[in-house]
């Protein structure tokens, strides 16, 4: 590593494709301002070839390192499978954009590691059979629409058990010297995390907006590793909150709003803290 980076930009669920071009223009005047090391967006870029673009028009107009995940809506008119493997390749072209879900920790300083997982709504929280939600997810990502109703549940527990596998490996393989980690996901990994007008989740909501499999490797990583601080940043909600779920182990869920592009925070990363500096900031 050559340089620590010190201040990161966090955006989520930015949906680029609803935003009018004066709007985008306006936001990255502000980030090109505030003068980050990086960008990290927790997903929710926009839909389908588009988040290729976006993320090359990033690349090229930022100049510095763009860290992300992916969200449901980046997977539309596509397949799950073909999605990443496009955006794995596109990383390979543009070396300026890192997909965290397939790629190994990324040391911020000599202490800590930024690590990510786009996660899923994986049918393991609230009342999936009761549910009378019905994302459009199932209509518009080939996996579902291709396939019975009735197999749905089990696409989903088993997209969430992938997610919980691949974060729960790069947590357990972090060195001992790192004592906090930045954990980047698109859905909140708990009931406490999914906020939405103040309040979180009922048993209607949660099947589709909480990765519990992710939430349940976070808490037995923050239990095998009592000195190392556990920082989740997330989305999915467009509504934002804090969860402290134990003494080393909290989760930031970030503000979004279609049409608007917003910086939710900007982060200060020192080798003993890592701070989130808000409000959140809108464009318009």
């Known amino acids: ?10 955006i989520t669920d930015p949906h680029f494709d609803h935003a009018k071009l004066d709007v985008w223009q306006s936001w990255v005047a502000k980030l090109l301002e505030l003068d980050p090391d990086a960008i990290l967006i927790t997903g929710d870029l926009s839909e389908g070839d588009d988040v290729a673009y976006q993320l090359r028009c990033l690349a090229e107009t930022l100049d510095r390192p763009i ?4 969200g449901n809506h980046d997977f539309y008119g596509k397949s799950i499978a073909s999605t990443r493997r496009d955006l794995i390749a596109l990383c390979r072209d543009v070396p300026q954009l890192t997909y965290l879900t397939d790629h190994p920790p990324v040391p911020l300083n000599a202490s800590t590691a930024l690590i990510g997982e786009d996660g899923w709504g994986d049918a393991t929280e609230g009342n999936y059979a009761g549910s009378m939600v019905r994302l459009n997810d199932f209509q518009l990502i080939e996996d579902f629409r291709t396939s019975h109703p009735d197999g749905w549940q089990s696409l989903l527990k088993a997209e ?26 698109h859905v909140p990994p708990f009931r406490e995390a999914c906020w939405y007008e103040g309040k979180t989740t009922d048993d209607n909501w949660a099947p589709f907006f909480v990765c519990g499999q992710v939430g349940q490797a976070l808490r037995e990583a923050a239990a095998q590793a009592p ?30 709003r279609y049409g608007s592009l917003e910086i939710e925070s900007m982060l200060t990363i020192e080798e003993d803290i890592i701070e989130l500096s808000r409000p959140t900031l809108c464009f318009p």
């Not at 000195?227 to 503000?255: E, I, P, S, Y």
């Open 227 to 256: 000195n190392r601080k556990h920082v989740v940043l997330c989305g999915h909600t467009h509504h934002d909150g804090v969860a402290q779920m134990t003494d080393n182990l909290v989760v930031h869920t970030g503000f979004s």
């Open 67 to 70: 860290h992300f995940v992916l």
């Open 1 to 10: 590593m050559n340089q620590p980076l010190r201040r990161i930009a966090w």
């Open 160 to 185: 969430g058990k992938a997610a919980a596998d691949r974060i729960a490996e790069k947590l357990r393989n972090l060195p001992d010297e790192i004592t906090q980690v930045l954990i980047a996901t």
